[in-house]
């Protein structure tokens, strides 16, 4: 039973945000941005449990298109509600707070999970992080999303017809990565306590929590995102950095914790490779939907979601980074310096806010604080063209490997 124990914990952090948006109790800013934010965080561990668990009893394609979805449902559920909210109201500023939750939620997963496995395996072993050969999909693909990426700030629109591209590259990701060879999933804790039921009530245990950890994120999703927008109003927080930073960390503990508990084990290349699956997923699928959520709720796909050129600074920096990320992978390998490398960009974007505009006009060329985003854009594009000479091979190197396996 104490196997068991975390998994009560999470029921038990769900409760109380479930409790409060079913009576419709009052709450201040701060205590429902705080529950909301605990019972989704609670609900992520239950959804993580639950995909895992579901992959002994449905067919791999289906484990991989579905579960992939689900396991990410936290960070969907809001930035959904934000956009949706966006297109209801235009003028609003909702739809800058969709764009900032999902770029924050991508450059958190590199900048921060990824560095952190590396650095784990580091420490451990002081040995770079190896992945399997068929994570050359995973690498192959976030390329593609990503090169398309770029094109969205600088053509200044998110239409529908991105959203049908990225959404198309996942769907032709799943088609690829539905041909391995299946695998038993390796699962520890409360996963494989589960698993270990008899088939019947593993199901029945399975499907329970699916439908309450969905009930759970659907019935918070409003009151977590509002709370914090709120918040940030009552504090004299910066709403936008608000929901860039903090709203994605419940959503991506989950999975960031598992991610390291698995580079603890020894398993680097499972750690690392579910976190680049997840990147993947929000970089093809969350961006893709964000466009079309907004088109059903305004009514018309005709008007895009209306952004300024913050957000797509914002879209063109989490791009930047994204485009160094893939050159660091390109030969299935992460080690501590690109890992750093990675860190240290990161955290120069996300204190760049905090800095004095004296100081970034003391740079060349005397930035001020709306040009910041430039200047780290071009440090992640600048570190990716110094390692061109290396990455073009590589990358000639997977997709020769791919031919060759797929003939």
Same mark, same amino acid.
């Given at each position: 039973?104490?196997? *068991?124990? +975390?998994?009560?914990? @999470?029921?038990? &952090?769900?409760?109380?945000? $479930?409790?409060? !948006?079913? %009576?419709? /109790?009052? *709450?201040? +800013?701060?205590?429902? @941005?705080?529950? &909301?934010?605990?019972?989704? $965080?609670?609900? !992520?561990? %239950?959804? /993580? ?14 484990? $991989?298109?579905?579960?992939? %979805? ?338």
């Amino acid at each position: 039973m104490r196997k *068991l124990l +975390p998994l009560w914990l @999470a029921v038990a &952090a769900c409760l109380p945000g $479930l409790a409060c !948006s079913l %009576l419709g /109790l009052p *709450l201040s +800013p701060p205590a429902a @941005a705080a529950i &909301a934010g605990g019972a989704i $965080l609670g609900a !992520s561990f %239950l959804l /993580l449990w639950a995909c895992d668990v579901a992959q002994n009893d449905i067919p791999q394609a289906l484990a $991989l298109a579905v579960v992939a %979805l689900i396991a990410v449902l936290p960070e969907y559920a809001v930035d959904m509600y934000f956009t949706w909210m966006a297109g209801q109201h235009p003028e609003s500023d909702y739809a800058h707070f969709a764009i900032a939750n999902m770029t924050g939620a991508n450059r958190l997963l590199i900048g921060v999970a990824w560095t952190a496995v590396a650095a784990v395996v580091w420490w451990r072993t002081r040995q770079p992080v190896i992945l399997e050969p068929e994570r050359k999909t995973e690498v192959l693909f976030l390329g593609l999303a990503t090169a398309y990426a770029v094109s969205i700030p600088l053509s200044g629109t998110l239409t529908w017809v991105d959203g049908l591209v990225l959404i198309g590259l996942y769907i032709v990701y799943i088609a690829i990565a539905a041909r391995r060879e299946c695998e038993e999933p390796e699962l520890e804790g409360v996963a494989a306590c589960l698993a270990r039921l008899a088939a019947g009530r593993r199901r029945l245990a399975t499907a329970v929590l699916f439908l309450f950890a969905a009930g759970v994120i659907v019935a918070n999703a409003e009151h977590f995102s509002e709370g914090l927008v709120a918040t940030g109003r009552l504090l004299g927080v910066n709403e936008f950095l608000l929901v860039q930073w903090l709203a994605p960390i419940a959503s991506e503990a989950p999975e960031f914790i598992v991610a390291i508990m698995f580079a603890l084990r020894g398993m680097a290349g499972l750690a690392l490779g579910s976190l680049i699956s997840s990147k993947l997923n929000q970089w093809t699928l969350l961006v893709g939907m964000i466009p079309g959520v907004y088109g059903v709720s305004a009514g018309s796909f005709a008007t895009p979601m209306p952004l300024d050129a913050v957000q797509m600074h914002e879209v063109l920096l989490t791009a930047a980074q994204s485009l160094l990320a893939v050159g660091l992978l390109a030969g299935l390998r992460l080690d501590i310096r690109g890992a750093m490398l990675l860190f240290g960009l990161f955290c120069g974007q996300f204190l760049a806010p905090a800095v004095p505009e004296s100081f970034w006009r003391l740079l060349p060329g005397h930035l001020d604080g709306t040009q910041v985003h430039f200047f780290f854009t071009f440090l992640y594009v600048g570190a990716f063209a110094l390692m061109l000479p290396r990455i073009v091979p590589q990358l000639a190197a997977l997709v020769r490997r791919g031919d060759r396996r797929a003939s």
